[in-house]
């Protein structure tokens, strides 16, 4: 077994989107090669960003979502002249489309709330009442809906994977230090152990650290605690969630169907011809063994769980066929649900870039800037403080008002 040592300004832990954006964003102030990114699974296919629906929408209710959502949004249609290598085109296969929220009486009071928030912001939301949504969505029951809202500019799809291809494949060419295994642990205040498949190690004395795992944020904290003092120590609450998509077919369907958002938690959009629908029963995964066996899609819960609460919304889903599908993580912000960005609230060095809990790759290329811009002593273009980590010393959440 071979041991080595490197040093560098700035090691990220992670290298999904996250940490790619965050490495992309850095190379403005830092020379790359002084940038290590250490990433277990350069494959991505257990990678919650790969496995993820890529949505973008602009529809929520805290400023700082959606800012954040506005500027990766002009990266994304933009990422062409962000992140072309040489002679090859970017295209990450993004799509127009939009989510539409449908609220009953006792959600919508909310939902208006949020309307305005969003047009004091610029989004290009549209508000409907019951009359409305019948004409604009005709396959949609929506006799126990009051109030809907669609976007008409800044949200739809894209290919996750070719979004990730794309950053690495810049960073790289920019000659940031991208390396292969897994960081198993702080040897001292400013180094840690990177372990390859074959038992080589490498360890890695870094100025800045940066939190960039994923689903395994709160155990790389863990194994930070374990090298500061007691006095700076904290729990991360981030803990990974298991979901399931179903690929479903149905002949009668409607076609060009928004990501559908509304009571009895029924979510599904389109996907080409076909149609794509999410089940998750919010069970939070804390063995973390399990991580590495996600299992295969379960169909019983699509008969039991979805079906009838999705024919009462689109009736025409009455016959559907059952084309596959996948199982998949994602980072789960136990304490609100919303980004953990910023400097180690008891540590300086220590940054984070964790628990966005399903917004973390529509948001990436805002997060990453952010967050390199903060790293650098740079005032960043979002304020994003009131999303940084001292909210968790303080108990104070800072939530995303649901209408459901």
């Known amino acids: 077994m071979s041991m080595s040592k490197v040093i560098r300004d700035v090691l990220i832990g992670g290298g999904g989107v996250m940490g790619l954006s965050t490495a992309y964003n850095l190379c403005r102030y830092i020379d790359p090669t002084r940038i290590c990114v250490v990433e277990k699974d350069p494959t991505y296919c257990r990678s919650a960003t790969a496995l993820s629906w890529a949505s973008i929408r602009q529809q929520f209710s805290l400023p700082e979502n959606i800012a954040m959502s506005q500027r990766s949004f002009q990266f994304i249609k933009d990422i062409d002249s962000h992140l072309r290598v040489d002679e090859d085109k970017i295209d990450i296969n993004y799509k127009d489309g939009?989510?539409?929220?449908?609220?009953?009486?006792?959600?919508?009071?909310?939902?208006?709330?949020?309307?305005?928030?969003?047009?004091?912001?610029?989004?290009?939301?549209?508000?409907?009442?019951?009359?409305?949504?019948?004409?604009?969505?005709?396959?949609?029951?929506?006799?126990?809906?009051?109030?809907?809202?669609?976007?008409g500019e800044g949200e739809g799809w894209f290919d996750p994977w070719l979004l990730l291809s794309a950053y690495r494949n810049k960073i790289k060419k920019m000659g940031v230090d991208i390396r292969t295994g897994e960081l198993t642990n702080f040897t001292g205040l400013k180094s840690a152990r990177v372990v390859k498949a074959d038992g080589s190690t490498t360890d890695v004395h870094f100025d800045k650290f940066v939190n960039a795992t994923g689903i395994h944020a709160r155990w790389t904290n863990d194994m930070l605690n374990g090298i500061l003092k007691p006095s700076q120590r904290f729990t991360l609450p981030v803990t990974p969630q298991l979901r399931q998509t179903f690929?479903?077919?149905?002949?009668?369907?409607?076609?060009?169907?928004?990501?559908?958002?509304?009571?009895?938690?029924?979510?599904?959009?389109?996907?080409?011809?076909?149609?794509?629908?999410?089940?998750?029963?919010?069970?939070?995964?804390?063995?973390?063994?399990?991580?590495?066996?996600?299992?295969?899609?379960?169909?019983?819960?699509?008969?039991?769980?979805?079906?009838?609460?999705?024919?009462?919304?689109?009736?025409?889903?009455?016959?559907?066929?059952?084309?596959?599908g996948w199982v998949g993580y994602y980072e789960y912000n136990t304490l609100d649900q919303n980004a953990l960005i910023g400097e180690h609230p008891l540590a300086p060095d220590y940054f984070f870039i964790n628990g966005f809990s399903g917004h973390g790759i529509q948001q990436s290329p805002a997060a990453g800037e952010y967050l390199a811009d903060t790293i650098c002593g740079v005032k960043p273009v979002i304020d994003l403080t009131r999303v940084g980590l001292q909210r968790v010393l303080d108990n104070q959440p800072y939530l995303e008002k649901n209408i459901l």
């Open 98 to 151: 939009s989510y539409l929220f449908l609220a009953t009486a006792s959600g919508a009071p909310i939902l208006e709330e949020n309307i305005r928030t969003q047009l004091h912001s610029g989004v290009k939301v549209s508000r409907y009442d019951k009359a409305q949504l019948k004409a604009k969505y005709p396959y949609l029951n929506v006799e126990d809906i009051e109030l809907g809202s669609d976007c």
């Open 247 to 324: 690929n479903i077919a149905c002949k009668e369907g409607a076609s060009n169907v928004p990501l559908l958002l509304c009571p009895l938690k029924t979510v599904i959009r389109s996907e080409g011809p076909n149609y794509i629908v999410l089940y998750s029963d919010g069970e939070l995964v804390d063995d973390r063994s399990r991580l590495d066996d996600f299992g295969d899609v379960d169909d019983s819960h699509f008969v039991n769980d979805i079906w009838e609460n999705l024919v009462y919304r689109m009736p025409c889903m009455e016959a559907v066929k059952i084309l596959g």
